[in-house]
């Protein structure tokens, strides 16, 4: 058996066969965003072990699964049919309106361009995603904390307080 029949890396990983469960819990563009991430830092681990960038991106595109696969495979058929692997990623990320996907590209054509190390770049640009997924969650949860603060001001503590005074008030024989 194979290894790459055994071993299938995803940047999403799923809790449950049924991904339209997972759509439910984030959002498209988060799932992207989340997706390229996780797909930044398997391309610096396969860059830092010696494959080269288009070779990576090939075998990752071919154990992936989403939108995100979609437009990274349809960048390695683009190179597979002759056309510059910079070019393809400076097209798509175009025509794709992410910034994150755009800043990916950006990062990636100068790394390579550059003859900087692709993988720092590329652990950089995954921190950075990560990052602004977190503050994202971190808004939404503040939102829902003051949500959910109303009912607990106007439904909970006023019954509260009129369980607590009731037996002192109807002591006292007002009659209520």
């Known amino acids: 058996m194979r290894l790459s029949d055994r071993v299938k890396v995803s940047p999403k990983v799923e809790f449950d066969s049924n991904p339209a469960k997972i759509g439910k819990f984030r959002s498209k563009k ?13 391309l610096s681990l396969c860059v830092k072990n ?17 939108t995100l696969a979609q437009q990274l495979s349809e960048i390695v058929t683009r190179v597979e049919l002759g ?5 393809a990623l400076a097209e798509t ?26 993988s720092d770049a590329l652990i950089a640009q995954a921190g950075t995603i990560n990052h602004q997924l977190a503050q994202r969650d971190l808004q939404k949860a503040n939102s829902n904390e003051t949500k959910m603060l109303l009912p607990m001001v106007f439904l909970i503590l006023p019954m509260s307080v009129l369980m607590a005074s009731f037996p002192s008030l109807s002591n006292l024989g007002l009659g209520i």
């Open 93 to 118: 990320s175009e025509r794709n309106s992410n910034a994150a996907l755009s800043e990916f590209s950006s990062k990636v054509s100068l790394a390579i361009t550059r003859g900087t190390p692709l």
């Open 50 to 66: 010696g494959l080269g960038v288009e070779k990576s991106f090939a075998w990752l595109t071919q154990r992936m699964t989403g």
């Open 83 to 87: 056309e510059s692997f910079l070019d």
């Open 30 to 42: 988060q799932s992207f965003d989340s997706d390229l991430a996780d797909f930044s830092l398997l």
